[in-house]
């Protein structure tokens, strides 16, 4: 079955610490998106990445770092520097950058910082 | 201002009734619009692209009025399983320069009741 993988489902990190959250997918996207969801907003986008070896800011990038070393991963780092990091976060792709067509997400890692 | 605006709700609503959903938005360059559902704790998935002409798929239709800068969303004999949160999306880039950022509204919920 094709689709996007995240791991872990959930995570749970003291203060200071640097996670990793892991996003695979095997529907042969180029392209790859990050988002936070906190409690009754919407979804910001962190990072985001075109290509392999390629990657922006969204709008929210501070305190977090991505790496897009190959075409089917694209890990998010939430560093220290994250000052709020308790989040919902989802990963998520799609097949062409220039068309009007549907992202695809994962399951989402929920993230607790104790 | 919000890029994209909903009103969160909820909407509570019998089985069988007629619901609809308004979403505004800011920019009036966007160029393709989306509606998407999330079920509690779970991914959004899409539920309908928004066409200028409007559209529609089995019990739901979408519509857009690019004057007024708001989209709609309306559900007919609603049942216990539409219950969710329906994200308004939004993309303001042209084709020629899409990188398939999408912007989220923070969900309109919906709880069906026998």
């Known amino acids: 079955d094709g689709g996007i993988t995240q791991s872990p489902k959930y995570l749970f990190r003291k203060e200071g610490q640097n996670v990793t959250l892991s996003c695979e997918q095997n529907l042969n996207h180029d392209a790859m998106y990050w988002y936070r969801q906190d409690p009754g907003q919407g979804l910001r986008l962190i990072y985001y990445s075109q290509i392999v070896n390629d990657f922006q800011k969204g709008d929210i990038a501070e305190g977090y770092s991505v790496s897009r070393e190959k075409k089917e991963s694209f890990p998010l780092t939430v560093t220290s520097a994250q000052k709020n990091p308790t989040a919902f976060y989802l990963c998520?792709?799609?097949?062409?950058?220039?068309?009007?067509?549907?992202?695809?997400f994962g399951p989402g890692t929920r993230l607790t910082v104790l | 201002r919000k890029e994209v605006e909903q009103d969160p709700g909820p909407f509570n609503v019998p089985e069988g009734a007629t619901v609809a959903f308004n979403c505004t938005y800011s920019?009036?360059?966007?160029?393709?619009f989306f509606w998407y559902r999330q079920d509690c704790r779970k991914e959004p998935k899409l539920l309908m692209s928004v066409y200028s002409s409007g559209n529609e798929d089995g019990r739901f239709t979408a519509q857009l009025n690019r004057a007024s800068q708001y989209i709609s969303l309306l559900i007919r004999d609603s049942k216990l399983s539409d219950s969710a949160t329906y994200l308004c999306?939004?993309?303001?880039?042209?084709?020629?320069?899409?990188?398939?950022?999408?912007?989220f509204g923070q969900g309109t919920t919906l709880q069906v009741k026998p």
């Open positions: 999306v939004v993309n303001i880039e042209k084709s020629s320069s899409n990188t398939g950022k999408l912007i």
């Open positions: 998520a792709s799609n097949s062409r950058t220039g068309a009007n067509n549907e992202q695809f």
């Open positions: 920019n009036s360059a966007s160029q393709s």
